[in-house]
């Protein structure tokens, strides 16, 4: 280990080497990529439902990334999926990362960084066969060239929709929320150190407090054609 540096550091460098070398050579037309998008959303946006209407509307060989990334992490890791689970667009410290580990019962440790590199490759690995919708996870970030959507809502529709689908009081709406947002904010800025909030960030932002999945699905797709000629 080079001298000064800590193992969050080197992590750091090796991320953003790999991510660095794969999109040049997407660039130089090493690796032809099918069509992806991204979809980064706030919890009750509705931005799931979305994300399935779209591999409905284009049909196969699309498919919808969500969970199936944790399968893919745990596969390549053969890690605790609980372990996987509690760093899930989350940034960590190192000691809940340690009682995490511990509670699980793994066998060995396995941090936010070991999540990261591992989320870089399989988000990549996604990116390289393309026809995917991506849901969350900073892929927008780690594939660039993808048709990247941002999804958001009013608060008043997210605490509508949780408490009819998670089963819970306002209150407890709001603090999920607060929570939820609050995690996958500092995710992207640790990690990808970025605002996700930032429309600069997105091809196409979208609140839905008006608009219907249906609709969102339509301007999506119609953005997509136009982006990958198709």
Not at 117 to 143: D, E, M, Q
Not at 154 to 173: G, L, Q
Request: charged share 30%; with cysteine.
């Amino acid at each position: 280990m080079e001298t000064g540096k800590t193992l969050t550091e080197l992590t750091e460098e090796q991320v953003k080497e790999w991510m660095a070398t794969t999109q040049k050579k997407v660039q130089q037309k090493e690796i032809k990529r099918g069509p992806v998008i991204t979809i980064s959303r706030e919890w009750g946006s509705g931005g799931s439902k979305v994300a399935y209407l779209l591999k409905d509307k284009f049909g196969k060989p699309w498919q919808v990334w969500d969970k199936e990334i944790l399968d893919e992490i745990q596969k390549n890791t053969e890690v605790n999926r609980e372990v996987i689970e509690s760093l899930d667009e989350k940034s960590k410290s190192a000691f809940e990362n340690f009682v995490d580990n511990i509670f699980a019962g793994t066998g060995r440790y396995f941090g936010i960084d070991d999540y990261r590199v591992n989320l870089v490759k399989v988000i990549s690995r996604i990116g390289h066969f393309g026809y995917a919708v991506i849901l969350g996870r900073g892929a927008n970030f780690i594939l660039p060239d993808a048709f990247r959507v941002r999804i958001v809502a009013s608060r008043r529709k997210r605490v509508d929709v949780m408490e009819k689908y998670e089963e819970v009081s306002e209150s407890e709406a709001l603090l999920l929320m607060r929570r939820s947002d609050h995690e996958r904010e500092d995710f992207v800025q640790r990690y990808f150190n970025s605002n996700i909030n930032d429309p600069w960030n997105y091809d196409l932002c979208v609140k839905t407090s008006y608009l219907s999945p249906e609709a969102i699905a339509e301007m999506i797709t119609l953005g997509v054609k136009e982006k990958f000629q198709f």
